[in-house]
């Protein structure tokens, strides 16, 4: 999992706008996709080919609380979810006593921390500066966000102070799934019913004091890696009070997993975090189940499912290929159906489909609805092949990789599923121009 920076600070000083500097984009105030909301808060990015993880506490916002104890909290978050943080101030500000009890709460944690003075547009703010010396960090920065000053210096700083971290080697015998959800939506009841309370527990080892907890457990032959998320963080009052989190939470499991099953509450409406569980799965290119819990509790017709099951769909644009379980995981009920339809996602999830194959599909394709035609010349595609699993990546050579529009690649996409089985997998199509 890659090294996790955090950005703290007051409201207005910029943290927003450092998180979009920093990650090249402004990933986290808009997306193209329909019917899956990202979170404001984290995103993935590199600096000199090093990746790392960042947390923008500007995304975080904790309601009905005093102002003061708000910041603290996003404090709390950064020191518990972070390998290094940046402190962001305003020179033009100066310093205020919000800035010095974050500084004081940050020291303690013992994490490198780096001090971004940012609104530093010019040399005539370069000598404010120096009065920041006085919060106590060593690590002191001038930026200016919004022009995109010192922010080279910062990242280069944020690279040299990122601890090393062990990766993690997946065992390819075993499949790897999480289970993300909602509090309160049945995680752990499920898991218990997927694990078996009489089951022997081959390690239940935390690995970091942020990490989740992997839980090895075996059924027919089959070894599952079950990430957990529950219940790691039960004596962390912050964490209790602040339940929203658990996105976070979701995020590193996520990562760390083949398949992602997020669950749902089959008692309760689907809402924004749900969706934004599913767009980090999608951002990880992970393979998705989704587990409508808590079933028997719900007042059903011959139609239930069917109408259920609808709603979902529409909720969750574009996930036409992702299989829908229902489930009660307190009464164990059709828990066999969701272990079946991992071990079949699992499948798809590592196939490899034959290039021979795959180009008779794009050919019969592309000669049933050919390509656009762009500046006067049609787009061809020459040839297809398959490049990676996790997920399945297949790659187009073509005349002009640049103008191929989106919704004709997501109808050679749907000419793939077509031909072969890759429910619950994304597909990535990768276009190459043919040299």
Known sequence: MNEVVAIVGRPNVGKSSLFNRIIGERKSITDDASGVTRDRIYAKTSWLDQKFSVIDTGGIIIKDEPFSKEIRIQAEIAIQEADLIIMIVDVRVGIIQEDIDVANLLKRSKKPIILAVNKVDDNSFKDQIYEF???????????????????????????????????????????YFSIVGQPNVGKSTLLNSLVGENRVIVSSTPNTTRD?????????????VAIDTAGIRKQNKIFERAEKYSVLRAINAIEKSDIVLLVLDGTEEINEQDKRIVGYALDYNRALIIVVNKWDAVEKDSKSMNNTSEKIRKQFQFLEYVPIIFVSALHNKRINLLTDSVKVVYENYIRHVQTNVLNDIILDACLLNQPPIFNGNRLKISYATQSDIKPPTFVLFVNDEKHMHFSYLRYLENKIRENFSFEGCPIKIILRKKE
Request: hydrophobic share 40%; no cysteine; proline share 5%.
């Open 133 to 175: 010396y006085s919060l106590g960090i060593e690590n002191i920065i001038p930026i200016s966000s919004l022009h995109g000053i010192g922010i080279g210096d910062l990242l280069d700083l944020t690279i040299k102070l990122l601890p090393e971290r062990k990766i993690e080697i997946h065992d390819p015998s075993k499949i």
């Open 212 to 224: 989740a907890i992997d839980i090895e457990f075996e059924k027919e032959g089959i070894h599952y």
